[in-house]
């Protein structure tokens, strides 16, 4: 049974400064709202890695590399001379190259999106009904029994309404 504790705010201002406290202190935090705050929380606690830009671009690589492969070793494996044809033609190749080039990097951007975002989850999702009304919520996870006081302390200090204890299955 993993241990947390939420602490529910008014306003964004403080929300942010509790979390960059308990983020500089080590905690693993989540934050809650009811309206989007990806830039302010990336202000405040510094931008996540993106890695899907980089599955993008190696999908793409790849499908063009493979696209190149299959049309030069298919022209390879049924030789038919046309008319002073060449049998290695350019444009074919490069048109099936991108589109294979485009498939793949789709295919890999979707794949990393799925795995770094964790879905499907068949974990059980903490939900608070108070947080998509009108409060924003802090989350820190895995707190051990002998910090709770001091986690409550820090969030109540920077102006939490409430502070409530959490037990996930």
Known sequence: ME???LGLFTYVDTLLEAAEKLKG???SITIFSPIPLGHEIDHALGERKNYIKYLAFIGAAVGFILGIVLT????ALYVLPRGGRAIFPVTPTLLLSYETAIL???FFTLTGFLVFAKLPSFKEKFYDP???IDSFGLLVDGVREDKFG???????????NEVKRIEKK
Request: charged share 25%.
């Open 104 to 106: 793949l990097g789709v």
């Open 150 to 160: 001091d986690i409550e302390k820090v969030m109540k200090e920077y102006g939490a």
């Open 25 to 27: 202190s080590g905690y």
């Open 130 to 132: 108070e947080v998509a």
């Open 3 to 5: 241990k947390g504790i």
């Open 72 to 75: 030069l070793g298919t022209a």
